[in-house]
């Protein structure tokens, strides 16, 4: 398991590990997020992501997941029509043009369907409403924002270095994400329709978090 997380986590989880005399049957490897701009910290074969500092009483960190490009897709008709080997068909799916058997070159575009555009998350919590971090998640495809309390507790989420949720949705607007999900609300709020409804004053295509929730980002 990869951990990513501040320097001082890996002496707590030691220390718990020895305390209790627990043994895991996997490897821990432990990655130090770094407080200062943005970071790669992972690449993988279908995304990057990157961390970025927020602003909370302790430090805290926000995550970016930017998908690498897809393929394109093949057009099977075209597949029939220049009787393509299969061998030739991730050639092709990644923008490389076809040669015939008698020479002839068969244009990319003629063989495929553009390419879906890549999808980008950015997770932000937990933060003071700070402006600093628009850059980090600019015109993201789906934005997470705390939005612990209403706005008519300003003063409380200030002092506790939280966001209101109609600061989280000028958040999103300004940070011009497509769209915005909320969450991170305080224990005092047994339902959080006034919070959506908050943020939907300012940015319309706001979702509430909820246990299960799962989102496809299109």
Same mark, same amino acid.
Request: charged share 25%.
């Given at each position: 398991?990869?951990?990513?997380?501040?320097?001082?986590?890996?002496?707590?989880?030691?220390?718990?590990?020895?305390?209790?005399?627990?043994? $895991?049957? &996997?490897? !821990?490897?432990?990655?130090?997020?770094?407080?200062?701009?943005?970071?790669?910290? !992972?690449?993988?074969?279908?995304?990057?992501?990157?961390?970025?500092?927020?602003?909370?009483?302790?430090?805290?960190?926000?995550?970016?997941?930017?998908?690498?490009?897809?393929?394109?897709?093949?057009?099977?008709?075209?597949?029939?029509?220049?009787?393509?080997?299969?061998?030739?068909?991730?050639?092709?799916?990644?923008?490389?043009?076809?040669?015939?058997?008698?020479?002839?070159?068969?244009?990319?575009?003629? $063989?495929?369907?553009?390419?879906?555009?890549?999808?980008?998350? +950015?997770?932000?919590?937990?933060?003071?409403?700070?402006?600093?971090?628009?850059? &980090?998640?600019?015109?993201?495809?789906?934005? &997470?924002?705390?939005?612990?309390?209403?706005?008519?507790?300003?003063?409380?989420?200030?002092?506790? &270095?939280?966001?209101?949720? $109609?600061?989280?949705?000028?958040?999103?607007?300004? +940070?011009? +994400?497509?769209?915005?999900?909320?969450?991170?609300?305080?224990?005092?709020?047994?339902?959080?329709?006034?919070?959506?409804?908050?943020?939907?004053?300012?940015?319309?295509?706001?979702?509430?978090?909820?246990?299960?929730?799962?989102?496809?980002?299109?």
């Amino acid at each position: 398991m990869h951990v990513f997380c501040p320097p001082k986590l890996k002496e707590i989880i030691d220390l718990q590990l020895k305390a209790s005399g627990t043994r $895991l049957s &996997y490897e !821990l490897h432990f990655h130090e997020l770094v407080e200062n701009g943005e970071h790669l910290i !992972l690449e993988t074969n279908e995304a990057s992501v990157y961390s970025f500092p927020m602003n909370h009483r302790i430090p805290c960190w926000g995550f970016k997941f930017i998908e690498k490009p897809r393929p394109k897709s093949m057009k099977g008709e075209k597949i029939r029509e220049y009787n393509i080997p299969f061998s030739k068909i991730d050639e092709i799916r990644n923008g490389n043009d076809f040669f015939t058997e008698n020479g002839k070159i068969i244009q990319n575009d003629e $063989l495929t369907f553009p390419a879906k555009e890549t999808r980008t998350y +950015a997770f932000c919590s937990d933060t003071i409403y700070d402006e600093r971090i628009i850059p &980090y998640v600019k015109g993201v495809d789906l934005l &997470y924002h705390e939005a612990t309390f209403a706005h008519e507790l300003l003063d409380k989420a200030t002092n506790r &270095y939280h966001t209101t949720a $109609l600061q989280a949705a000028t958040f999103a607007l300004k +940070a011009e +994400a497509k769209a915005l999900i909320i969450g991170h609300y305080s224990s005092r709020y047994g339902e959080v329709s006034a919070l959506l409804n908050e943020a939907r004053t300012v940015f319309e295509n706001t979702i509430a978090a909820s246990d299960n929730l799962v989102i496809e980002i299109s």
